[in-house]
């Protein structure tokens, strides 16, 4: 038997939650968010669940480009654009959109002997203050764009800074009011929303929405469980128990016996620790799911493996079953527990973790 942990993707969670985002936002087309290997659960993978998207996103170009000799045909967009000129003849081989973000862009695709039909989405910071034209450099942008002989499509768009925050959030009405007061009387095409405006804030929906956390069905908001949401976990971490110690009251667990045992209880000892992406962060208590039955990790996370407290799940022994996170076991409440989000959990997956479908 190989190590006996994978990654289960659900393809059928994911395209349940795209249709989630298809109620919230049923007159705008759909960017799927894909970068980070889809949020780590595989890029073609996840694009063939969602391969009804009206577009894709993500940063990396040679994964624009697999996707393209995939066989989609939708918008396939560069979040961060290119980085060097190179970039952009295979951007206008492959027909890329790309995010013009900033004046060096603007330069390199002036000094570009493109001819093709290139769609940019036009950045605007609004207030994020991570990418972005100002909306006093704005005006001139467009311009140059507008002027551009390869330049055939142009989408204005912008992020929000805290969308994921407690309701009543004034920040994006301030970014909304930015935006729109740049954006009026363009007649331009809009993409602002990620998933937390997408499920909060209707009024950001606009022409394309740009979901990412909430396909894999996590939550974007601290304060609301994905399952109120309606959203499916799309990963599943499984493992098994490998090993089990009784213990003595007093007895110390793992490295730095950063846990002690008050009374005799019994451990076991999962096929599971950083190495595979669970957080080494994640303290005494965190939650995991044994035999399907919720209990908490005790002591430090090691490399390859971690502890469970058995005292409340009997029947557990070697080979019962264990969820590190997903389908019974959130992953927000993993992550929460942690200090961390969900979004870092799912795309650090090591390299080494099976996935299956
Ligand atoms: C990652 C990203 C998204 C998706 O954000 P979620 O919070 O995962 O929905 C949308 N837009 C941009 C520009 C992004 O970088």
Not at 82 to 99: K, N, R
Not at 111 to 128: P, W
Not at 175 to 201: C, D, E, K
């Amino acid at each position: 038997m190989p190590r006996p942990i994978q990654a289960l993707i659900d393809l059928s969670a994911l395209e349940h939650n795209l249709s989630v985002v298809r109620r919230h936002a049923p007159h705008s087309r759909v960017m799927a968010v894909i970068k980070a290997d889809a949020y780590g659960h595989g890029l073609l993978r996840a694009a063939e669940a969602l391969a009804r998207a009206d577009g894709f996103a993500m940063l990396e170009l040679d994964a624009a480009v697999r996707l393209r000799e995939a066989g989609y045909r939708q918008v396939i967009l560069l979040l961060e654009g290119f980085f060097d000129p190179d970039e952009l003849a295979l951007i206008e081989q492959y027909h890329l959109s790309a995010v013009i973000h900033h004046s060096e862009q603007l330069a390199m695709l002036s000094a570009s002997r493109l001819r093709g039909e290139l769609s940019v989405f036009l950045k605007l910071n609004t207030g994020m203050n991570r990418l972005g034209f100002t909306p006093e450099e704005f005006p001139a942008v467009l311009e140059t764009l507008k002027a551009h002989p390869a330049v055939k499509q142009i989408t204005l768009m912008t992020h929000f800074a805290s969308a994921d925050e407690p309701c009543r959030n004034d920040s994006i009405g301030v970014q909304l009011q930015r935006f729109n007061a740049v954006a009026n009387g363009r007649h331009l095409p809009r993409s602002l929303a990620n998933s937390a405006a997408i499920l909060r804030f209707p009024e950001t929906h606009a022409d394309w929405v740009r979901p990412g956390i909430m396909l894999y069905g996590a939550s974007p908001f601290m304060d609301t469980a994905a399952s109120e949401l309606d959203l499916l976990p799309a990963m599943t971490v499984l493992s098994k128990i490998i090993a089990v110690q009784t213990l003595k009251a007093g007895d110390g667990v793992g490295y730095g016996h950063t846990f002690r045992t008050s009374r005799s209880m019994r451990v076991g000892v999962v096929a599971g620790g950083y190495a595979d992406g669970y957080p080494r962060h994640a303290p005494t208590g965190t939650p995991v799911m044994v035999n399907g039955k919720r209990t908490r990790v005790v002591g430090r996370i090691s490399m390859d493996m971690l502890h469970v407290d058995l005292s409340e799940i009997g029947d557990a022994g070697v080979g019962s079953p264990v969820t590190l996170w997903g389908k019974g076991m959130p992953v927000d409440e993993v992550a929460q527990s942690a200090g961390t989000v969900s979004y870092e959990l799912l795309c650090a997956l090591a390299p080494r973790m099976q996935k299956l479908t």
